[in-house]
């Protein structure tokens, strides 16, 4: 079967903190992995994707094929990265059909 | 251009009656998709649109729902009669194959 799980609802740090949100997968194939935000009444947008390997706004992820994992990571939380994170999944190439699989998503509280 | 464009941006309606969300995609985009959000199922693929035509409906909850792309350029999901369970946020996404999906600012929907 093919999902994401997000095994926290709520993840609430200290402002400079390390920040890690989970994401695991099951996923038959090669999938694509992403990470979308969604900040206080807005509209979601991708934060980062597996293939291009980038950090985006100081948030990296990477996939761990053995663990089925792909973990948010940022080294020190800001107020502003408060908001709901989403982890998601598609097929990758020719497996590809624009579907995305969406975890539960997980609230990301950053205090000062 | 304007990214993905909704309407209405909230809906208050009472059960039983007919309601209408509209759903303008991304100009060269060729899949469209649309979901519901709640705070108790997150983000629920309800159903996507290839070139207009529907590929996967499986996450439509039952036939009050309906959706239509009857052009490249616009989408309807209709539900019919209306319940107050159907209250959430229903948003529309739309992406090129094998790009990010962009996503429209929802609709706030209320059903008393």
């Known amino acids: 079967a093919q999902r994401v799980t997000q095994p926290e609802k709520l993840l609430s740090v200290f402002k400079g903190a390390p920040v890690e949100l989970k994401c695991n997968y099951s996923?038959?194939?090669?999938?694509?992995l992403f990470w979308y935000v969604q900040y206080s009444r807005q509209r979601l947008q991708l934060l980062l994707r597996?293939?291009s390997r980038e950090s985006i706004k100081g948030f990296t992820a990477d996939l761990n094929k053995g663990e089925t994992s792909f973990h948010l990571k940022k080294p020190f939380a800001q107020e502003e990265d408060s908001a709901m994170y989403y982890c998601?999944?598609?097929?990758?190439?020719?497996?590809?059909?624009?579907?995305?699989?969406f975890g539960q998503g997980t609230t990301l509280q950053v205090k000062p | 251009d304007a990214g993905v464009i909704q309407s209405p941006r909230h809906e208050v309606t009472e059960m039983g009656q007919e309601v209408t969300l509209r759903c303008k995609p991304i100009?060269?985009?060729?899949?469209l998709f649309w979901y519901r959000q709640t705070m108790m199922r997150g983000l629920e693929l309800l159903i996507y649109?290839?070139?207009?035509?529907?590929?996967?409906d499986s996450g439509m909850p039952e036939d009050r729902f309906s959706a239509k792309m009857p052009n490249a350029s616009f989408s309807t999901l209709k539900i019919q009669p209306s319940e107050p369970r159907d209250s959430a946020v229903y948003f529309c996404?739309?992406?090129?194959?094998?790009?990010?999906?962009?996503f429209g600012p929802g609709t706030r929907l209320t059903v008393t």
């Open positions: 996923y038959s194939g090669s999938p694509e």
């Open positions: 998601a999944l598609s097929g990758y190439g020719s497996s590809n059909t624009g579907k995305l699989i």
């Open positions: 597996h293939i």
């Open positions: 100009s060269g985009h060729n899949s």
């Open positions: 649109f290839n070139n207009n035509v529907p590929i996967d």
């Open positions: 996404a739309s992406t090129r194959q094998g790009h990010e999906q962009y």
